[in-house]
């Protein structure tokens, strides 16, 4: 990163107007931030949302100017950062986009950039230069230190670094990709970490059950799945569909998951026990065989003890197959993923999932444990089978590139969830901040 004085970064501050377009939870993120860090900001949402808007952004961001739609913040706006669902990025972008004013520079934060370049491309005049973002994380983790992908993609030296001088403020990690590095890395790491996790809050929805009512579900590693699951399911739908669907790298990645999920479980019904730990020993190698002797696991049991949701002290651990934990590693050796090379782009959810799953792989004992309980052991047959037919769905919705159906599914699993989001939210975010400081320290260490 080119690091411009004090006296350039307040020149750029006095002269340029920051534009967001969208100012959902990550649109207004970034108005806060920019605009604590004392740039002009502008924005917009929705026509309909303006005058609620102005006034509900007067008490809380007073100097950020509202406008009512796009064309004002494209006409005024010398950075322009379209955050809004990915699903009608060409749309929204062929709106405002020819309006966009001269030698400007546009981004978008939506999660997959095929799309979103794609809209550039097609509806910016061609003296607009081209520079996009996206920031890996949610709107209500702390910036410093995630991973912030910044896209360098039609535009000269001098505007990129604008853009990143902007971004500094949010004390983020800069990674530089390309589009379509982007796409690919976060279709492998964020789109089959969601799809595992939706999974498991299908299945748990299907068979009537809450799992921290019920005692099968105890020890650090459901809290975990438990956790992350809710926190999914309390955000909003287009987020995880437009992820998934526009990327056309994810459906790749999604199939592979629901595909290894059956044929894990198809071993374990057929009892083939030693077929099965062939399988799981041999990705256990591709995944984690570089791993040296004095690796230090991100996660283990006991420090996810304590983020349980459940009212009664749990007693001891229930044997689990961890059919979903077999299946992510069994993906990931299917497709040649070696899930560690992606860490610089990766978001929490991710790493929380690799580290329960590096715990459950190379914790001696375990691994052969679990599978031993998933052959022998029918407690788990049912959600498993649960699971199965879940991770199928997914898959198909998503390579159908259904909206609406995934939008229907997700939201009725929401619903049976909702009640449970407050204290999860809370819990979820006690155990992430946990999990992030013990990056933090690894990182020191290292
Ligand atoms: N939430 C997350 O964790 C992250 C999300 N992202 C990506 O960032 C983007 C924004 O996500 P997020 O902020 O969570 O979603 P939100 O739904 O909170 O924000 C999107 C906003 O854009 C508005 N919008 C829709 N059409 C227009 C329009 N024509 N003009 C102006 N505003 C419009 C929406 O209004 P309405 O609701 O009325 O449609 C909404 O307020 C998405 O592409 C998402 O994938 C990236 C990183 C993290
Ligand atoms: O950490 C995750 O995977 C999240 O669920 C939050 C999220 C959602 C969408 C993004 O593009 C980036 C981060």
Redesign the pocket.
Known sequence: MVVLSDVEMEKLKATKTIGI?????????YARRFSEAGWKVCG??????YIELKESMSSLLPDVEIFK??FHVTRLADYIIY????E??G??VS??GPSTKVGAIVG?????KSSEIEAFEKYLPDDVEIVSV??????RVDTTGQPLVLIQHRASDESFNFVETLMSCLHSKHVYLTYQEHDKITADTQAVTHAAFLSMGVAWHNSHQYPWETPKWTGGIENAKINISMRIFS??W??YA??AITNPSAHKQITQYAKSTEELFTLMIQRKKDELMKRILEAKEKVFGHLGKNHQLLLNDDLLQQYSLSKTPPGGNQRNSHLSLLAIVDSWSQLDIVPYDHIICSTPLFRIFLGVSEYLFCTPGLLEDCISVSVDDITFRQDDLQFTMAAKEWSSTVSYGDFNLYRRKFENTQNFFQHMFPEATKMGNEMIKTILQRVKDNESQN
Do not use: F
């Open positions: 377009i969208g100012l959902g939870d990550m649109g207004l993120l917009c949402d929705r026509e309909e949302r739609n796009g955050s809004v669902e990915a009608n990025i749309k929204i709106m405002y978008g934060q939506t999660s997959c996206h920031s890996l994380h949610g709107p955000n909003k287009h987020v437009g992820l």
